[in-house]
């Protein structure tokens, strides 16, 4: 894992039950990366399901494995700086997986919506909005989580959509949400990349 300024803020971080899952994890000697890569694994499996599965328990089976991966993201952290468990390659452990999870899953998501370069192109702005963070690190500077359309907030966008339209499939058959959704973070993913390139770019001129 990023040392601990690197971090995106999060309020479950102090909630009780994450501290007792994390310290479960220290305990059983779960290591860090181990949890990072558990990530990788249920996003695929939410990827594939959109995919493979048959509707609508494609959708269902997909938001399932958001959350999980969420859950693990949330505690791959603690585990680390909480419970003293920092790998020499944490920090590999925790970037990369996380792009190829969000390409897995908005990829998936354009071609459940008909629309495959919807889902490229969301996948594509997701991996940029990560560019634009990781470069204002590399620059000195305490990386930018802000949205509108951050990893929390594409997750949470997606997994509505799969469950909005859930829904729309049993009731229609149309897949009008999916496609809603993947406009939204493709756009939303846009908009970030400009918020916080605009904030570095002020960043290094009053550097």
């Known amino acids: 894992m990023n040392i601990p300024e690197a971090r995106r803020p999060l309020a479950s971080r102090s909630t009780r039950w994450a501290a007792f899952l994390s310290t479960a994890a220290v305990r059983a000697g779960v290591s860090a990366d181990g949890i990072s890569i558990l990530s990788l694994l249920v996003a695929s499996g939410g990827a594939a399901a959109l995919i493979l599965l048959p ?6 089976a997909c938001a399932a494995g958001i959350q999980l991966r969420l859950l693990c993201n949330l505690l791959d952290g603690m585990v680390a700086i909480e419970g003293g468990k920092q790998s020499a390659v944490g920090a590999l452990y925790n970037e990369f997986p ?3 999870a969000d390409s897995l899953l908005l990829v998936a998501l354009g071609y459940a919506a008909l629309a495959p370069w919807l889902g490229w192109l969301a996948a594509l702005l997701a991996a940029l909005t990560a ?12 990386q930018d989580f802000r949205g509108p359309m951050a990893k929390p907030h594409r997750m949470a966008a997606l997994t509505l959509a799969c469950l909005v339209g859930a829904a729309e499939i049993r009731w229609n058959g149309t897949r009008y949400a999916l496609q809603i959704g993947a406009i939204v973070i493709a756009a939303g993913a846009g908009l970030t990349c400009a918020t916080r390139a605009l904030a570095l770019a002020n960043r290094l001129r009053s550097r």
């Open 98 to 100: 996380d792009r190829i």
């Open 131 to 142: 560019y634009v963070r990781a470069t204002g690190g590399a620059l000195g500077f305490a």
């Open 55 to 60: 509707r609508p328990w494609n959708l269902l």
